[in-house]
């Protein structure tokens, strides 16, 4: 049995660790930050503890047999409750959330290493994700850009001529686009064009071009 120094030692380092990674995430403004963060360590170093030693009292008693990870294994599916809460589902084709929410998973698995008395897995692996975090949000972001798709959005009323337009648009061998979708309600129709890799002067002349067009409510471009 844990003397009560080693247990607070434990849950000590598990509320540590999950405070470093919940900083990161709380100057994003995500609803998942410190104290949750925290939270989901300490919780998960405790079920750790108790997994491994709380049943120590009956060990050796006649017909009784324990496998000490059980208890601890559930924390690693049972945390997919509160990583789903953190994902939001914003547009199609629109997730946020999925780095909060594996960030919560890894937490749990700190917490769990942490109660188990590994403490420098536990605390490398605190650093590895404050890495991943924090130092790969720029390289991230980079390649993010450069690959992100762009959306031009036409909106036109009901008179416009949609065979022209679409002539208007597809004839000009600079607008490669990948997707092309058409929309109609009661009073205008909207066209979406998805990019990747477009230059952005070619957008420019392009929109100068349909806003010409006297149908032609609106456009937006996303770049």
């Not at 660790?17 to 403004?29: C, P, S, V, W, Y």
């Not at 605390?123 to 762009?150: G, H, S, V, Y």
């Amino acid at each position: 049995m844990l003397v009560w120094t080693e247990i607070l030692i434990r849950l000590s380092l598990a509320c540590l660790f999950g405070a470093l990674i919940g900083i990161e995430r709380e100057r994003k403004n995500w609803t998942a930050g410190l104290r949750t963060h925290m939270m989901v360590c300490v919780g998960s170093c405790l079920v750790m503890i108790v997994s491994a030693f709380g049943f120590s009292d009956i060990l050796g008693t006649k017909n009784v047999t324990l496998d000490p990870s059980r208890i601890a294994a559930q924390v690693i599916s049972g945390i997919g409750f509160i990583g789903a809460g953190t994902i939001l589902l914003l547009k199609q084709g629109t997730v946020h959330g999925l780095t909060t929410a594996s960030g919560l998973w890894t937490v749990a698995a700190i917490g769990l290493a942490t109660g188990g008395g590994l403490y420098f897995a536990a605390a490398a692996t605190t650093f590895i994700a404050l890495f991943i975090l924090w130092a790969l949000k720029p390289l991230e972001r980079t390649f993010a850009k450069k690959f992100k798709q762009k959306t031009l959005r036409i909106i036109a009323s009901q008179n416009v001529n949609n065979s022209d337009l679409l002539k208007n648009i597809l004839n000009k061998n600079e607008l490669k686009f990948q997707s092309f979708s058409l929309e109609k309600n009661d009073e205008e129709f909207v066209f979406q064009l998805m990019f990747e890799n477009i230059d952005s002067s070619k957008i420019e002349t392009t929109i100068n071009d349909l806003k010409n067009i006297d149908e032609i409510k609106e456009i937006y471009w996303t770049p």
